[in-house]
């Protein structure tokens, strides 16, 4: 599942982005409320982590000229203790709220929960079920499956397989790989792509008949059922 962080300290952002992406999630990040609300309007995220002093456009703006298109999620952080703040961004449309600082393990039971709740409640749960063949992922219950068999992933793998299997048919490169599952700052002279990508084909493809993970020499990766 795809995340957006709006967040002005550079400090907490970075911790935030890898400790989510640690644990399954694609995150994007923006560091100001005029950049956050363009990513978030025009981008497609299942939850947005938004700060509520930002340059630009503060949370509170930003979350109100959202609210004019959008539902999507939003958890706001804030260094103010005052209940009239949290009464002020719950009423301008904040599904949650979090006063910092705070425990990670808080936030991500925070995410973990919102998320199950709009599964819950949305008018169609099929759009958190992504479907290849006989491969299933459900992206609410992170569970992944073929041909009914599960199939045991680790937060990486599940994360790389969602990227794939959100794009299939498309050919990604390990250049865009590594920007969406790994640190921005990726050494893109080593192998953990090539070597996450065999893990990943190892528990996908190689107990089963038909393969659906392809290499395309010198371009990337795609998910794609090839019929014989």
Excluded at 45 to 52: A, F, G, M, N, Q
């Amino acid at each position: 599942m795809k995340l957006l962080i709006v967040e002005d300290e550079a400090k907490l952002a970075d911790y935030l982005r890898k400790g989510l992406s640690e644990e399954g999630y694609v995150i994007d990040v923006a560091a100001n409320g005029i950049d956050g609300l363009h990513m978030a309007s025009d981008g497609h995220y299942d939850l947005i982590v938004l700060d509520t002093m930002l340059p630009g456009i503060d949370g509170f703006g930003l979350l109100a000229a959202l609210r004019q298109s959008k539902q999507t999620p939003v958890i706001m952080l804030t260094a103010r203790h005052r209940i009239e703040d949290r009464v002020r961004g719950l009423k301008a449309g904040a599904d949650d709220y979090l006063v910092k600082p705070f425990a990670f393990s808080e936030l991500v039971a925070r995410i973990e929960v919102l998320l199950r709740r709009v599964a819950g409640t949305a008018p169609a749960p099929d759009a958190l079920v992504l479907c290849l063949g006989d491969l299933q992922v459900d992206l609410a219950r992170r569970r992944a499956t073929r041909a009914g068999q599960r199939i045991d992933l680790s937060a990486k793998e599940f994360q790389l397989l969602t990227l794939l299997l959100r794009r299939k048919g498309e050919v990604l490169s390990r250049t865009e790989i590594a920007e969406q599952v790994w640190d921005v700052n990726f050494d893109y002279g080593t192998n953990v792509i090539d070597v996450a990508v065999r893990r990943l084909r190892n528990k996908l493809d190689l107990p089963f008949e038909r393969p659906l993970l392809h290499t395309v020499r010198g371009m990337g990766y795609m998910l794609e059922d090839r019929q014989p």
